[in-house]
T-cell receptor
């Protein structure tokens, strides 16, 4: 069965530090990849997505992610975080199989806390 | 555009009680979804509706039923609530297909079953 894993469940860092969150999936076929963010008390919103083309994608709020097909990974990065980046981050993968119809499967999430 | 709306925002039920969570979207989306979010487990798909008139089970459908009332509305029903159904429930929608288009999420319903 396909799966999505996020390496870190909880990350604490200081403002201006760089952030990298890992996401791996298990499936050898076509995938669509997403990162969602959930700010405290808010609903999920899309940070960025990858369907095809340039494996380095840029999203909102200075976030970017790189798809490395050989490593089945889609890591999220931000060079310099701000206190307002405190949130929970979810990697989501759509496995384009006939069974799954492209349903999204989410990772467990990474809680990021940015300290002033 | 309100996007995806959900009611209620909070609910406390006793074991065995029933309730219906309501979801509506005003984006003319074809597909709608119900997820539950539990700590350390991310979001898990309960049921989805690929288009008006169709519904299908997701990863964790036991104990739930759904109705796609029309293109706008997709409700989730708990017939006999259990403490294991304590969770935050999110409704989502997208233009079509599970993975080809971004999903838009509602604000969530926090449900506690005692």
């Amino acid at each position: 069965a396909q799966s999505v894993s996020q390496h870190n469940h909880h990350v604490i860092l200081s403002e201006a530090a760089s952030l990298e969150l890992g996401c791996n999936y298990s499936y050898g076929g076509t995938v669509n990849l997403f990162w969602y963010v959930q700010y405290p008390g808010q609903h999920l919103q899309l940070l960025l997505k990858y369907f095809s083309g340039d494996p380095l994608v840029k999203g909102i709020k200075g976030f970017e992610a790189e798809f490395i097909k050989s490593k089945f990974s889609f890591n999220l990065r931000k060079p310099s975080v701000q206190w307002s980046d405190t949130a929970e981050y979810f990697c989501a993968v759509s496995f384009m199989t006939t069974d799954s119809w492209g349903k999204l499967q989410f990772g467990a999430g990474t809680q990021v806390v940015v300290t002033p | 555009n309100a996007g995806v709306t959900q009611t209620p925002k909070f609910q406390v039920l006793k074991t065995g009680q029933s309730m219906t969570l309501q979801c509506a979207q005003d984006m003319n989306h074809n597909s709608m979804y119900w997820y539950r979010q539990d700590p350390g487990m991310g979001l898990r798909l309960i049921y989805y509706s690929a288009s008006e008139g169709t519904t299908d089970k997701g990863e964790v459908p036991n104990g739930y039923n759904v109705s796609r009332l029309n293109k706008r509305e997709f409700s989730l029903r708990l017939e006999s609530a259990a403490p294991s159904q304590t969770s935050v429930y999110f409704c989502a929608s997208n233009r079509a297909g599970g993975g080809a288009y971004e999903q838009y999420f509602g604000p969530g319903t926090r449900l506690t079953v005692t």
